[in-house]
T-cell receptor
Framework: AQKVTQAQTEISVVEKEDVTLDCVYE???????LFWYKQPPSGELVFLIR??????QNEISGRYSWNFQKSTSSFNFTITASQVVDSAVYFC??????????FGKGTKLSVKP | KAGVTQTPRYLIKTRGQQVTLSCSPI?????VSWYQQTPGQGLQFLFE???????NKGNFPGRFSGRQFSNSRSEMNVSTLELGDSALYLC?????????????FGPGTRLLVL
């Protein structure tokens, strides 16, 4: 069975702190894709990144970085120098087979000024 | 390019009624998927449509149905509403089908069943 676990339900940090959101996935497929989405209070899921199972290179985009480790089935997301605008719920998702997304329960990040 | 649009944004219905939600995908996107988001169950996949055919279905009762039109617009219908159907319903579109596709989401329709 496929599953995504985001063990951190809520995280609260002060602006400019670095924060890492954890994501652990389970699948027996050898080809799969991992995603991160951001959901601000407005409700819309905003796509952040897609990574395939054959590419373990870490990715950096501005203040955002992602660490993919197949050995531990993890795809963690780090925000450097967090800002108030980063406050949102962040979802990690797995895509296998026909392509429907399997989401984790999400991590609510609150960044306080 | 305009993003995914969903109408209506908010809806209040009573138990036993039926409801139809609409989704217009990003121009050029042919696959439309629907997801239900509730505080208890989180985000769950409902179904996917591609070329006017349902290609994939999640674990939801037959009261949940959908369709897709030739212009890729999609509608979702829920019949005989139950209190537990109160949720945020999100539509997502992608250029094609399959696990490699990135799905782009609309703002959702918040349904409240009284």
């Amino acid at each position: 069975a496929q599953k995504v676990t985001q063990a951190q339900t809520e995280i609260s940090v002060v602006e400019k702190e670095d924060v890492t959101l954890d994501c652990v996935y389970e699948t027996r497929d050898t080809t799969y894709y991992l995603f991160w989405y951001k959901q601000p209070p407005s409700g819309e899921l905003v796509f952040l990144i897609r990574r395939n199972s054959f590419d373990e290179q870490n990715e950096i985009s501005g203040r955002y970085s992602w660490n993919f480790q197949k050995s531990t089935s993890s795809f963690n997301f780090t925000i450097t120098a967090s800002q108030v605008v980063d406050s949102a719920v962040y979802f990690c998702a797995l895509s296998v087979g026909q392509g429907n997304l399997i989401f984790g329960k999400g991590t609510k990040l609150s960044v306080k000024p | 390019k305009a993003g995914v649009t969903q109408t209506p944004r908010y809806l209040i219905k009573t138990r036993g009624q039926q409801v139809t939600l609409s989704c217009s995908p990003i121009s050029g996107h042919r696959s439309v998927s629907w997801y239900q988001q509730t505080p208890g169950q989180g985000l769950q996949f409902l179904f996917e449509y591609f070329s006017e055919t349902q290609r994939n279905k999640g674990n939801f009762p037959g009261r949940f149905s959908g369709r897709q039109f030739s212009n890729s617009r999609s509608e979702m219908n829920v019949s005989t509403l139950e209190l537990g159907d109160s949720a945020l319903y999100l539509c997502a579109s992608s250029t094609d089908r399959g696990r490699a596709q990135t799905q782009y989401f609309g703002p959702g329709t918040r349904l409240l069943v009284l």
